[in-house]
């Protein structure tokens, strides 16, 4: 895929390909803004053109490099994150690679062992900035440049500032076959350090017609494209990440219980559901029904009191959203709308499951 494919934010791939044309050694990046808007696929994209075998600055997507970097298995193309070096000392699973040694060592010696280090999902551990900044001086392996890839960069904050430090030197100074990017949706909350040493280039979220075009452009069903398109809301990354199938198969379930609920006919079959019979919900799969939720009664709203079309968060169900709407006065709509809210907060404030689904079920029928 070449920087064209990638949708949206047109300028910052032309500062990227001038930069390549030019042969300029780049600073350290720093892609932020909207997050979801296309910095990950873009930093793939420039990854992929620094070491394109047919371009000098863009990515061909034909050659032996490019579709390495695609499957994820180029050896100059490296995710910080995925390298060995998380703390605590029972964790050095990996043992057949090359920085085993290094890490157990580190181990002893480092932040280790805090076990609130431990389990941070994503976050960058020293042993990681570590190893990173030692293979930077090493001459790619068989690229013309080593891409080191920090997503989510503001995981190297604060508190584990011994991988900050590490990697202070080497995000202002690398050697010319090495390349930082990082990613973030949050540059305020690295530390000034940090952002001194990059150039920060801000993403604008992607239009719905830029991403249904890409998502075309990658083989989707037209009209499917057209939904997720609006259904994400300029998040590119979603757009490509989630599962759609399964999308919309809960969304379909959802929106057969909303309307039985109100409807009065089986609405008792959604309390079974979600409170015990056969196999209860997690509190996971009770929160994504309550986003459903939240979209359906945005829409009735919307639906109901302009009845315009435009900004639908479900396009696709139009037809039956309308019909509904048309049945239900506006602060019938409202009360849903917080009915919905109030289980949400509930949810999220640790209530039961069980609890929660029978207050809604009531707020929704009464
Ligand atoms: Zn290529």
Excluded at 116 to 140: E, H, T
Excluded at 223 to 229: F, H, L, M, P, T
Excluded at 300 to 307: A, D, H, K, S, Y
Aim: charged share 30%; aromatic share 6%; glycine share 8%.
């Amino acid at each position: 895929m070449s920087f064209d494919r990638v949708p949206g934010n047109s300028q910052i791939k032309e500062i990227l390909r001038a930069a390549l044309r030019r042969k300029h050694v780049l600073p350290s990046l720093l892609f932020c803004g909207v997050e979801g808007a296309g910095q990950r696929e873009t930093a793939l994209e420039l990854a992929k053109a620094f070491n394109c075998l047919n371009l000098e600055d863009d990515a061909c997507d034909v050659c032996s490099s490019c579709k390495a970097v695609d499957a994820g298995n180029h050896p100059d193309v490296i995710d910080v994150k995925r390298l060995p070096g998380k703390p605590g000392k029972n964790e050095s699973d990996d043992n057949d690679d090359e920085f085993n040694e290094e890490q157990q060592e580190d181990d002893k010696t480092s932040d280790s062992g805090s076990p609130l280090l431990r389990r941070i999902p994503g976050v960058v551990y020293v042993n990681q900035m570590r190893a990173a900044s030692d293979l930077a001086f090493k001459r790619p392996m068989i690229g013309r440049k080593r891409i080191f890839l920090i997503d989510d960069a503001m995981d190297m904050r604060g508190s584990i500032d011994s991988a900050v430090s590490a990697a202070l030197k080497i995000l202002e100074e690398p050697p010319d076959f090495a390349q930082f990017l990082l990613i973030t949706a949050n540059p305020d909350l690295l530390l000034p350090t940090i952002l001194s040493r990059c150039r920060m280039l801000t993403f604008g979220a992607v239009g719905a017609d830029d991403i249904a075009a890409a998502l075309r452009g990658r083989g989707e069903d037209e009209a499917r494209a057209a939904v997720i398109a609006s259904i994400v809301r300029g998040d590119y990354h979603r757009a490509l990440t989630e599962d759609w199938d399964a999308y919309f198969e809960n969304r379909r379930d959802a929106w057969d219980w909303y309307r039985a609920i109100l409807s009065g006919t089986n609405g008792t079959e959604f309390v079974r559901k979600l409170t015990g019979g056969r196999k209860p919900v997690s509190r996971d799969e009770a929160d994504s029904i309550l986003t459903f939720f939240r979209g359906f009664g945005r829409d009735l709203l919307v639906l109901g009191e302009t009845g315009r079309s435009d900004g639908l968060f479900n396009p696709d169900l139009e037809a039956e959203l309308r019909e509904l709407a048309a049945a239900l006065d506006p602060d019938r709509t409202l009360g849903l709308i917080r009915a919905v809210d109030s289980a949400s907060a509930a949810l999220e404030a640790n209530a039961n499951v069980r609890l929660m689904t029978s207050v809604l079920f009531a707020r929704m029928t009464g």
